[in-house]
């Protein structure tokens, strides 16, 4: 299947900095790919949606100036958390599907990246 | 914002026995689809099934939708303990191209 590559899987940040995840589609092309956020034992709550070229569209409640988004190409997309604080502190993945035929495919999941604020 | 529940939240079967899950959604779907996590990892996807289909089969995995109850369920015959993981169902809702996902079921397949 095809492949979404997320980096880092684990990172520790003090509080106030910021932190850049990246996400990538390795084989195939994403207009679109999507930032969810997961707690401990929950499911996954979609933050946004990244389009390429275009600005992002975000969720109901998640505050877009806390997390930018940037999808420069068709293949990474990257989400800040902007001055992080120990509430942020979560489980971050990302996903992609595939442009062509993207109505009834499946899509594709990052690594997902633990990001701990200190 | 999540599309559904599911249930149960949390399963624990014997190796060999069979696993059940049920996913129930909001909004009319062009298809439903499931995924499968591991813990503290990303989601693989495990089976999609349309809107115009009632059941689907992958190996030891069935799968039911009811579109008119707005309900699906996830069926893994002769569990092992390797099928421990948590359970997801994902809808795009009115046909968006965005994924929403449910509750999710915890199984533990003892040995």
């Known amino acids: 299947g095809a492949v979404v590559s997320q980096h880092p899987s684990r990172v520790i940040c003090k509080s106030g900095t910021s932190v850049k995840i990246e996400c990538r589609s390795l084989?195939?092309?994403?207009?679109?790919m999507f930032w969810y956020r997961q707690f401990p034992k929950q499911s996954l709550m979609l933050m946004a949606t990244?389009?390429?070229?275009?600005?992002?569209?975000?969720e109901q409640g998640v505050e877009k100036d806390k997390f930018l988004i940037n999808h420069a190409s068709l293949t990474l997309s990257t989400l800040t958390v902007t001055s992080a604080h120990p509430e942020d502190s979560s489980f971050y993945i990302c996903?992609?599907?595939?442009?062509?035929?993207?109505?009834?495919?499946?899509?594709?999941f990052g690594q997902g990246t633990r990001l701990t604020v200190v | 914002s999540q599309q559904g529940e599911e249930d149960p939240q949390a399963l624990s079967i014997q190796e060999g026995e069979n696993a059940t899950m049920n996913c129930s959604y909001k909004t009319s779907i062009n298809n439903l689809q499931w995924y499968r996590q591991n813990s503290g990892r990303g989601l693989v996807h495990l089976i999609l099934?349309?809107?115009?289909?009632r059941e689907k089969h992958s190996g030891r995995l069935r799968v039911t939708l009811d579109t008119s109850k707005k309900s699906s369920s996830l069926l893994i015959t002769a569990s092992r303990a390797a099928d421990t993981a948590s359970y997801f169902c994902a809808t795009p809702p009115d046909s968006s191209y965005k994924l929403i996902f449910g509750s999710g079921t915890r199984l533990l397949v003892r040995p």
């Open positions: 084989d195939f092309q994403a207009t679109t």
């Open positions: 099934i349309r809107s115009n289909e």
């Open positions: 996903s992609a599907r595939d442009r062509k035929g993207i109505m009834n495919t499946e899509a594709f």
């Open positions: 990244s389009n390429e070229g275009s600005k992002a569209t975000y």
